[in-house]
């Protein structure tokens, strides 16, 4: 299993949780917090953003004090240590159950959801074993992969990662590494249903995590994917352009909306 993560100087990742943190350590501060000691002081030169399907935007940085959860994504960069930054979990995290579910916000009006989602296991994710719960009439037999999902105009079957640089396009024969985030689209027909993706029997492979042990102490413009789906909005990022040559980060307005087609 992956349980640790290296955060580059200077470059905006989309990371998840590939680990269920316990109650009491299961916040900005207490997961990421630990592993930027010595130089980083939260909203001045690391920082993290969730996106809010409900307003469809960022609005302001998650505070330390915010939790963080798996099957999410979340943007993180820090511009304090050039050599990177690892990231790890806390301690007593535990394995990510085979039947945990990714949520999914659908469609609000009939036009494409933008969903930051994420891996939330500790191995990387076969995106064409996901699996679609959702109360759809059209796909709700318990067996909706990722193709039927599409055919039925509920989600889309192809999911985008941030490589420091520009977003890659994965379709469901390729894999999803731990800590990585994506973006998923949920689609125009999934208005007024409900929508998760399970990963229940595609972690059989997976040592236990007691296995292991948790360390626990431890830019330009973002570009739109180079080929989107027909029909997929393209998501806004933070705009944190401003990067002062003292190493501290200023954060510019951030983009809001669901973008343009």
Request: charged share 15%; with cysteine.
């Amino acid at each position: 299993p992956s349980l640790t993560f290296d955060l580059p100087y200077g470059k905006w990742r989309m990371i998840s949780l590939p680990a269920s943190p316990p109650a009491s350590a299961n916040t900005v501060e207490t997961i990421l917090g630990d592993n930027m000691k010595g130089g980083g002081t939260y909203g001045q030169n690391w920082v993290v953003y969730a996106y809010d399907t409900s307003a469809n935007g960022y609005g302001s940085t998650l505070s330390l004090a915010d939790t963080m959860e798996t099957g999410k994504g979340y943007w993180v960069i820090q511009n304090f240590k050039k050599g990177g930054v690892t990231l790890d979990m806390p301690v007593n995290s535990s394995e990510t159950p085979a039947a945990e579910s990714i949520p999914l916000a659908a469609s609000k009006d009939g036009s494409n959801q933008w969903n930051l989602a994420g891996n939330p296991l500790a191995t990387s994710l076969t995106l064409g074993d996901l699996r679609l719960t959702t109360n759809a009439p059209s796909c709700s037999d318990g067996n909706c992969n990722l193709d039927k999902a599409k055919g039925n105009n509920l989600v889309h079957n192809k999911v985008w990662i941030y490589n420091g640089n520009s977003y890659e396009e994965k379709g469901t024969g390729d894999r999803v590494d731990a800590w990585i985030g994506f973006w998923m689209a949920a689609l125009g027909g999934s208005k007024d249903y409900t929508l998760s993706l399970g990963t229940e029997g595609i972690a059989s492979d997976i040592t236990s995590l007691s296995d292991y042990d948790f360390i626990g102490e431890g830019y330009g413009q973002l570009t739109t994917p180079s080929t989107p789906a027909p029909g997929v909005q393209k998501p806004y990022v933070p705009d944190l352009t401003h990067i002062r040559k003292e190493d501290v980060l200023y954060v510019a307005e951030k983009g809001q909306g669901n973008g343009a087609s």
